[in-house]
């Protein structure tokens, strides 16, 4: 009959926090980041800019049109923004071809900007679901030289040169500095299966796995490692090759621990909410701020098995 090995089967949840996103002319002008991100992504979406004609300010909101361009053409969103962080009127609004980046000059000459794909997100001039960030590459920071952190990784990376070279001129490459912010642990358990370990077994088990996680480089080592590969397998992004169709995997050693642990599923969430970021990819269709996805190990580790006079079927 079928069995389990353990009554309450534990998993493993590695939170994936969308840090920090930028373009990396910007992103390398920042000497040193607040957080330290050992996982990134690298993602595309359609360009965006302002028809400098169209701004106008009146009566506390700043007013004109966001385009989007789709190949040759463009989308046109009217939008109307308030002033009120802008300092004094009048204003002056000016914008260099291609109209990606903006300035605007209070009375005083003092003067706010930035990139019109951040600001049209960040002040409402469109809604984020509407521009939402296509899934190219996942990658973890820990490279052959030695590598601290996700930019550091980025710098020098030959696939990320790969993929501004084939990124089509009307659309735009993003990075994304992320992190683990958590890792839990949940269980399972179903009474009308029975298990083949003693109450004593499974509180061993149970107090063995929390040792493990919480342990020294465990968050900073495995549970990136199940980040990037759980992000990869779930996207499965144009770029990257490992994980796409094979995971999880006992052969694969970054996870080996799972298995040494007899964990019985590996869940992996991705949190976009800071960076106001909707993912999707060739194998996600909808595009949401918020993914969750999990993946049974019960198969390859044969925690479920049908039980024969003593011995498990594999």
Partial sequence: MTTRKFFTELGINVTVLDQYMGRQRELQNEKSFPVTCNLYMVTRRPRMSIDPGSVGFHAGRMTGILRIQ???????????????????????????????????????????????????????????????????????????????????????????QRIYAECPP???????????????????FNPQVPSRTTDEEDEQHRNRVLRRIHSVGFAEREAVAIGEAGLIRYFQPQYNEKFRNNYPDPKHVHISTCYDLDLATIAVE???????????????????PLHMFRFPLYETAGFIVDWHGGKPST
């Fill in 170 to 188: 009307d659309k735009e490459i993003w990075l994304h500095l992320c992190r683990v912010s958590d890792i839990t642990l949940f269980m399972e």
């Fill in 270 to 288: 991705l949190q976009g909410q800071e960076t106001r970021s909707f993912f999707y990819g060739p194998a996600v269709d909808k595009a949401s």
């Fill in 70 to 160: 789709r190949q040759s053409q463009f989308d046109e969103v009217p939008f109307s923004v308030s002033t009120k962080d802008l300092g004094r009127g009048p204003f002056r609004y000016e914008s260099e071809w291609p109209h990606e980046e903006y300035r605007v000059y209070d009375a005083d000459g003092e003067v706010s900007g930035g990139i019109v794909a951040l600001a049209a997100v960040e002040f409402g001039m469109i809604l984020a679901r509407r521009v939402p960030h296509e899934v190219l590459y996942v990658g973890q920071a820990f490279g052959k030289a030695g590598e601290r952190t996700a930019f550091d990784r980025l710098k020098s990376h030959s696939t990320l």
